[in-house]
C-alpha cells in the first residue's frame, strides 16, 4: 500500500513557474505507477502526467505537453511535477493517485488508481 502527500501549492502569475510534490509512504512504492491529475472547478478529473515505477518512462497530456515535467526519486519516495509557463487554465486542483504495477495506456483514467493524495490547490492569475 501507498498513502500519498501533495505539497507545493498556491498562486502564481500567468508565466509563472511552481513544483509540485507527492510524498509516499511505504516500502513497496516502487511497484507503482504515480500520476498527477487535476479538477477545475466544474469540470471532470483530468489526467496530467504519469511516470513509470523506475521513472524511465513519462507521459503527459496534450495540454500540458512541453510546459510540465514529472520525475520521481526513488530513494526519497517523492514524485515531483515541475510546471511551467502556467495559463489561467492551469487552475486546479492537483492530486498524485498511485497504480499498482507498470503503466499503460488505461493509467490515463483516473478509475485506475486506488491510492490518492488529498490534493494542492493551484491558482493561476491572468
Known amino acids: 500500500q501507498v498513502q500519498l502527500v501533495e505539497s507545493g501549492g498556491g498562486l502564481v502569475q500567468a508565466g509563472g513557474s511552481l513544483r509540485l510534490s507527492c510524498a509516499a509512504s511505504g516500502r513497496t512504492f516502487t511497484d507503482y505507477t504515480i500520476s498527477w491529475f487535476r479538477q477545475a472547478p466544474g469540470k471532470e478529473r483530468d489526467f496530467v502526467a504519469a511516470?513509470?515505477?523506475?521513472?524511465?518512462?513519462?507521459f503527459y497530456a496534450d495540454a500540458v505537453k512541453g510546459r510540465f515535467t514529472i520525475s520521481r526519486d526513488n530513494a526519497k519516495n517523492t514524485v515531483s511535477l515541475q510546471m511551467n509557463s502556467l495559463k489561467v487554465e492551469d487552475t486546479a486542483i492537483y492530486s498524485c493517485a498511485a497504480a499498482y504495477g507498470r503503466f499503460h495506456t488505461g493509467r490515463y483514467r483516473p478509475d485506475e488508481y486506488i491510492y490518492w493524495g488529498q490534493g494542492t490547490q493551484v491558482t493561476v492569475s491572468s
Open positions: 511516470i513509470s515505477r523506475s521513472g524511465g518512462l513519462t
